[in-house]
């Protein structure tokens, strides 16, 4: 069993920062962020193996951040430099399960104002 808590919303102007923290308990393995914005399909933002290894969607590579303190049992995304469409509801999701994710958190609010 995976417990995922996350922190870290707010509301920025565009061009703003946010770091998003998700705490968990257990074992994770593989783990990830996700969002979804107003009447817009779930999509992944970036993933991060247990090795630490990233990966990042296009509409966010250069301007987000994954890494993970298993020390610290906390999963970070920086975001910097904010657009309008980074507007969501951002979840992270632990343990990697065929295709899909097993666990997952209640979300944190992101809204960028231009």
């Known amino acids: 069993q995976v417990t995922l808590v996350e922190s870290g919303g707010g509301s920025v102007q565009a061009g703003g920062s946010l770091r998003l923290s998700c705490v968990f308990s257990?074992?994770?393995?593989?783990m990830a962020w996700f969002r979804q914005g107003p009447e817009k399909e779930r999509e992944g933002v970036a993933t991060i193996s247990k090795y630490g290894n990233p990966n990042y969607a296009d509409s966010v590579k250069g301007r987000f951040t994954i890494s993970r303190d298993d020390a610290k049992n906390t999963l970070y995304l920086e975001m910097n430099d904010l657009k309008p469409e980074d507007t969501a509801m951002y979840y992270c999701a632990a343990y990697l399960s065929g295709n899909d994710y097993k666990y997952w958190g209640q979300g944190t609010q992101v809204t960028v104002s231009s």
């Open positions: 257990g074992y994770p393995g593989a």
